[in-house]
């Protein structure tokens, strides 16, 4: 059989969606001044619009934090219908080993705790584990508060715990695993997962795939499993998955996360459920409307589902074919124009300062940077920056583009970078770098006094607004 590599596309109002209202949806995203960095919207099977703010590029992988989470409860749904596995199985019996070890240091309900309540996030832990050297062991030792199952508390180690059990009954990895499985069907590719020292997949963070990724992924979960006309899981793990398993009322007053929650899923309004990650990574399926919108982002995760529910009453109508033309070019001209990195007005720049400043050591003097000395070397449409170390060995260097945005790169594990220099003052030079395969920024401020620098670094701060993990 053969794969096919994307989703169809075709226009909005071939599946009876005005390009308005996406167009409206990008309007709502700009009033609200919401960080997307790309989003993709899906119905009846067809991509019916898509758009990354440059940098963010379709073909860069994006952090998804959380979102992973949900990849993590097919995998144990696989697991289960490969007979591996039972949600009633207790985690105990997964790590003999560890509980030989740790013998009078766990509760001893911990005895009673089941793969189920790992999936619901009901452990019954009173804090999250923390991660570390043997993670397992650090999980197991946690405080119970309640009885397992009894009460739902938002538990990444316990997403981690059933990357472990899986691991642990397969020989492999949970990527490993979910590849012929998952993501070569669909075909995902190059999937990347973070790893904990013990060489297990991270299991409720750590996974980073690209934007039709996560909407193939949300398609294959509308369909129930179905991929291509081919049953590839069982309709019923996705049915118990998607329902609410676990009360979540207590864990915000925001209206989409007291809907409940199912295996590594949130319910949501509106008949809806969803895979989410920290600043913004979405994949809301929304059976009623047949329909799946993906989003990346850095932003307030409730006012985005708030704008996607702005779009149901159009996602709820049947394909039709009216003036495409003439509908479509206000929504193509506007996903054209989208942009993250739109460069500065002309600045007025000193050029006497810039060739004082050029070629030469400056000593650090407030050193947090780990560096000691650097230079910085003026161009004509940019800059270098060089951070050197105690023994003047070389511990990065950079290019920013002067007043506009320069690719660039860093020693940051974040893959493509892009970087602006200004003069924000008399002798401060501030530097922001973004990695657009993260929400992140890192943030430099340099000021030039005499022989020395004074230098800060705001380290990887988000590049947008508050979120959740």
């Given amino acids: 059989m053969e794969m096919k590599k994307t989703l169809p596309r075709c226009a909005p109002e071939e599946q009876g969606v005005p390009s308005q209202a996406v167009l409206g949806f990008l309007e709502f995203i700009q ?9 993709m919207i899906v119905k009846n099977g067809h991509v019916i619009s898509e758009a990354w703010w440059k940098p963010f ?8 934090f959380s979102l992973s989470k949900s ?5 144990v749904g696989f697991a289960v219908q490969e007979r591996l596995v039972s949600v009633d199985d207790c985690v105990c019996q997964y790590f003999p080993e560890h509980l030989a070890a740790l013998e009078g240091q766990y509760d001893e309900r911990f005895k009673r705790m089941k793969l189920r309540h790992l999936l619901t996030m009901s452990t019954g832990q009173a804090r999250e584990a923390a991660f570390g050297e043997n993670s397992i062991y650090n999980f197991i030792k946690t405080p119970l508060a309640h009885e397992p199952g009894s009460r739902f508390m938002y538990n990444t180690p316990a997403t981690y715990m059933l990357s472990a059990v ?19 069907p669909l075909g995902i590719e190059d999937p ?31 369909q129930k499993g179905v991929w291509n006309g081919e049953r590839l899981l069982d309709a019923a793990w996705i049915e118990a998955a998607s329902a609410k398993q676990a009360d979540s009322s207590r864990f915000s007053t925001d209206p989409d996360w007291i809907q409940g929650y199912g295996y590594q899923f949130w319910r949501c309004r509106h008949n809806a459920f969803r895979g989410d990650g ?20 850095s932003l307030d995760m409730q006012k985005m589902l708030d704008g996607v529910w702005e779009l149901l009453p159009a996602l709820s109508g049947a394909p039709r074919n009216v003036r495409l033309a003439t509908r479509t070019s206000a929504l193509k001209r506007k996903i054209a124009g989208l942009s993250h990195i739109t460069d500065e007005d002309a600045q007025k720049r000193d050029r006497t300062l810039e060739k004082s400043v050029s070629r030469r050591v400056y000593e650090i003097d407030r050193n947090w940077l780990g560096v000691h000395r650097m230079t910085v070397n003026f161009y004509d449409d940019d800059c270098q920056i060089t951070l050197l170390g105690k023994n003047g060995a070389v511990k990065e260097t ?3 583009g002067m007043g506009t945005w320069k690719r660039t790169t860093t020693n940051a594990p974040f893959g493509a970078a892009y970087a602006k220099a200004v003069w924000a003052g008399d002798s401060f030079l501030r ?9 992140f920024v890192a943030a430099y401020t340099f000021r030039f006094d005499g022989n020395n620098v004074w230098a800060t670094r705001d380290t990887y701060r988000r590049f947008a607004l508050s979120g959740r993990s």
Wanted: proline residues 6%; aromatic residues 10%.
């Fill in 166 to 184: 899986v691991q642990k009954v397969t020989g492999q990895r949970l990527s490993q695993y979910l590849t012929p499985r998952l993501f070569e």
């Fill in 398 to 400: 950079f290019m920013a």
């Fill in 431 to 439: 530097v922001d770098i973004l990695f657009p395969e993260t929400p």
């Fill in 192 to 222: 990347i997962w973070d790893r904990c020292t013990m060489g297990i997949d991270m299991g409720g963070i750590g996974l980073n795939l690209r934007t039709e990724d996560i909407a193939k992924f949300g398609q294959f979960l509308l």
């Fill in 71 to 75: 990849f993590t409860s097919i995998a």
């Fill in 57 to 64: 590029a379709p073909n860069l992988p994006h952090m998804l």
């Fill in 31 to 39: 009033k609200q001044t919401l960080r997307v960095h790309s989003y």
């Fill in 278 to 297: 920290m600043f913004g990574q979405f994949c809301v399926i929304m059976p009623d409307q047949n329909a799946v919108v993906a989003i990346t982002g």
